[in-house]
């Protein structure tokens, strides 16, 4: 017993040292207010994955998963980069889009981006009726440049979105990976969520030939999210993602 309780230790810092991320950070942009947009990561080499949560104000549950579990890891063992929040204007305001109203998960220039307005739910089991804009153009928010450029930078082999409260792993390639995530998490494998997203992270990502899953997480307590997922988020950002 004593053996198996040293092994956990050295996998995790002691929960007396999770108050902060404890991880090489640096700013790759700033919001519409002029909020730093930060990504923690390993100080040298190219990571295999980008894990980024926080596209949508209304979704903190993302957020505080990620940096519940960067706040985990020893230093050296952050083996993947972290954007914790995408739209730290929106998260700060508690609304979907930023701080100009702007969806940003329809605002990437991709080949079906529309100027049409964005609706979304107030509550999930309600119509979507709650109107967004998905900016004046593809890219016009500054946020949507600086994350395309540091995908750019660091061409990560996969990248994964959390968002919520869907409950699904939406992999358009039905991968291993996706499979895989699927099989740790519980939640079912989808190709789609059922609908279009024109000039959202997933289809921009796809016409550029790179590998993007959104990892969906259901409608739950953001304490059952920690206990729930981030087990499986620990692995991905140590480097156990399959």
Known sequence: MADNIKIIDIRHLPRQKRGSIDHAVRNFGR???????????????QPRCLVVAG???TEPEGTVLLSSVLR?????????????SLNP?????????????????????????SPEPVCHNWFSDEP????????????SEPETPAIIKLVEEISPEIIISIHAPLG????????????WLSGETGLPLVGSIGYATP????TWAEENNIHLITFELPIGSIESHR????????????????
Not at 31 to 45: D, K, Q, T
């Open 31 to 45: 919001s519409r207010m002029g909020a730093p947009l930060e990504v923690f990561g390993p100080g040298a080499g």
């Open 55 to 57: 596209q949508h104000g």
């Open 72 to 84: 985990m890891i020893p230093r050296n063992r952050l083996a993947a980069s972290a954007v914790t």
């Open 89 to 113: 204007d929106g998260i700060a305001r508690g609304t979907r889009g930023n701080s100009a109203g702007v969806d940003l998960n329809r605002n990437f220039p991709t080949a079906n981006w």
């Open 128 to 139: 979507m009726d709650t109107v967004l804009s998905p900016g004046t153009s593809p890219g």
């Open 168 to 179: 699904c792993i939406d992999d358009p390639r039905l991968s291993v990976r996706g499979n």
């Open 199 to 202: 000039g959202s992270f997933g």
């Open 227 to 242: 206990k729930n997922y981030g087990p499986v988020l620990f692995k991905i950002l140590t480097g156990k993602f399959k």
